[in-house]
């Protein structure tokens, strides 16, 4: 077990950029495995879930070079190019690498089994191995194949028309990518909108993809082109130092080449109701998303409310959004996130039990939390619950805190985020 000791600092200053989107990351290697010619990527990122992504498609047969850098060359083996993979595909801690490659598989015609991390095989597949099963997927598993491992005997698959319970991109991706499988069309529509990574890229790379109101559609046989991709730094990752920013006095913090998808922004519309200094600047596209460099600097936080549309676009960044409203003024309420308590860990139960042993007065709801904001922390120990987000929050949390707060399990931040520290150590100065 690693442990993490952090301290109260002085104000963080200085540029810093943050490593490459996970969920595009994760993405163009699946997408660029099926596509046909040479696709070149820069700003991969280089951690543990989307290196597995990448490993994974490379047992399925797919060309891809320097794993492990942040340039990968993907030699693209067409829609029907995948073949059989040897041994079991393991996703590691990612409910992106495995949902989405489960949509991939279902209709090929050969058999895998994808299994993870013990987090990844409590998480529900049923959410995706249900619909699948309605386009004529073959899929099995722990539970019936509600849980991982997941086996997948590839089969013939018809487009549905389905509409899922919950907003979820993943639900969304993997129906999109079984989709170029099926016969006919495949439409999702969702409650909310998901963040539209899958729907962006599929696009540049020549797929029709139809769009009205919440339904995205996608008729089977498309072929894919190969293309250049500039990975955008992951607002995700950002999202620690806009908070850390804001809640240290004397802040002033440029983060640069931020993806600003809309889809992904909740957490600055959140940030700046609460009244943080954020500015973003530069904006411009690479390629397929938007991007921009961000200044954000110290203010004072005042409670505030985050419910419905918002959650699906700040749906990452609750964690470090929970310490924002542990040191805001008044309350900070957050409800119908019931998806939280299925993520990398319960991250509802996580971030109360750490915010309590730091002083901080909270009510959990099954769908949310109620925070009652505090001027200082108080140090602690806390536990991650092996979950990456969970940990880089207390991490920042430390920063605000009377007294040394010790991070457990720290080791999970390479899932998401390897350079984090490094990346906080230089705004010390
Ligand atoms: C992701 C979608 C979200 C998010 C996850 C990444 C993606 O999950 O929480 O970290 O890349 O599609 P859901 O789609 O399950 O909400």
Redo the contacts with the bound molecule.
Sequence with gaps: MKTIKVNITKALKGEITVSGD??IS?RIVMIGGIAEGRTRVTGFLTAEDTINSARAMISLGAEIEGIGTETLIIKGKGLRGLSEPENILDLGNS??GIRLLMGLLAGQSFFSVLTGDASLRKRPMARVAEPLRQMGANITGREGGKKAPIAITGSKLKGIDYKSPIA????K?SLLLAGFYADGETSITEPMK??D?TERMLRFFGAEIKEKDLTVSIKGGQRLNAGEIVVPGDISSAAFFLVAASIVEGSDVVIKDVGINPTRTGIIEVLKNMGADIELFNKRDFGFEPVADIRVRYAPLKGTTVSGGLV?RT??EFPILCIAGALADGETIIRDAK?LRV?ESDRIAAMAEGLRRMGVEIEEFEDGLRIVGVERLNGARCRSYSDHRVAMAFIIAGLKADGETVVEDTEWISTSFPDFMNKLNSLKG
Excluded: L, N, Y
């Design positions: 996970k969920s994760h409910g992106t979820s991109a993943q639900v991706s998901s963040r990574h699906p749906i990452d998806e993520k």
